[in-house]
């Protein structure tokens, strides 16, 4: 059984820019989650997608938007990259309780 | 605003003894503790959890302790084995259904032979 896998692995924009970044869930769950994690943070709340609608959000500005397909699967997207956005991106995916997380993609933004 | 914290930026133990790990958090609506272990280049893995109705987890070589009147919980794994070395973070939500979890900083522990 695969469990949450996320791509990219790594990726290189620079300031300005747009990126989209992937997730697949674990088998059976039908919630994901997205946080990002800075360097020597721990990992920070952006959004939950349950049911192909955002079911709770964090604390970031609206150029973080995602989206949840009818598999399941997940996008997140960051417009207009800033500096500060260079970071890991974890996903994590769930049906009741414990969440489990995928390798991440680490974006850097030059 | 650091809702979840681990003062404890590393902690360094000898195999076979006991580590402990320390976080504390400052949200009296948090009601499910986790505790979740990251190795370079992997997401975080769970290890353990509890819920605020109890006091003690126990998994194997993990406990996890909480005290609720002084929103303190503690991880302490016996005996530490050199495999145990990782980043641990605690993390904190209000409700065990799957939730936003708040995280912790870390504690980068290192076990040594």
């Known amino acids: 059984d695969a469990g949450v896998t996320q791509s990219p692995t790594h990726l290189i924009k620079t300031r300005g820019q747009q990126v989209t970044l992937r997730c697949s869930p674990k088998s059976g769950h039908d919630t994901v989650s997205w946080y990002q994690q800075a360097l020597g943070q721990g990992p920070q709340f952006i959004f939950q997608?349950?049911?192909?609608?955002?079911?709770q959000r964090g604390n970031f500005p609206d150029r973080f938007s995602g989206h949840q397909f009818p598999n399941y699967s997940s996008e997140l997207n960051v417009n207009a990259l800033l500096l500060g956005d260079s970071a890991l991106y974890l996903c994590?995916?769930?049906?009741?309780?414990?969440?489990?997380f995928g390798p991440g993609t680490r974006l850097t933004v030059l | 605003d650091q809702q979840v914290k681990q003062n404890s930026p590393s902690l360094s133990v000898q195999e076979g003894r006991i580590s402990i790990l320390n976080c504390d958090y400052t949200n009296s609506m948090f009601d499910y503790f986790l505790w979740y272990k990251k190795y370079p280049a992997e997401g975080p893995t769970f290890l353990i959890s509890?819920?605020?109705?109890?006091d003690k987890n126990e998994d194997g070589r993990f406990t996890v302790f909480l005290n609720k009147s002084a929103k303190h919980l503690s991880l302490h794994i016996v005996p530490s084995q050199p495999g145990d070395s990782a980043v641990y973070f605690c993390?904190?939500?209000?409700?065990?259904?799957?939730?936003?979890?708040?995280f912790g900083k870390g504690t980068s522990l290192l076990v040594t032979p």
């Open positions: 509890i819920s605020s109705i109890k």
């Open positions: 994590a995916s769930s049906v009741f309780g414990e969440q489990f």
């Open positions: 997608y349950y049911e192909e609608e955002e079911r």
């Open positions: 993390a904190a939500s209000p409700s065990n259904s799957g939730y936003a979890l708040n």
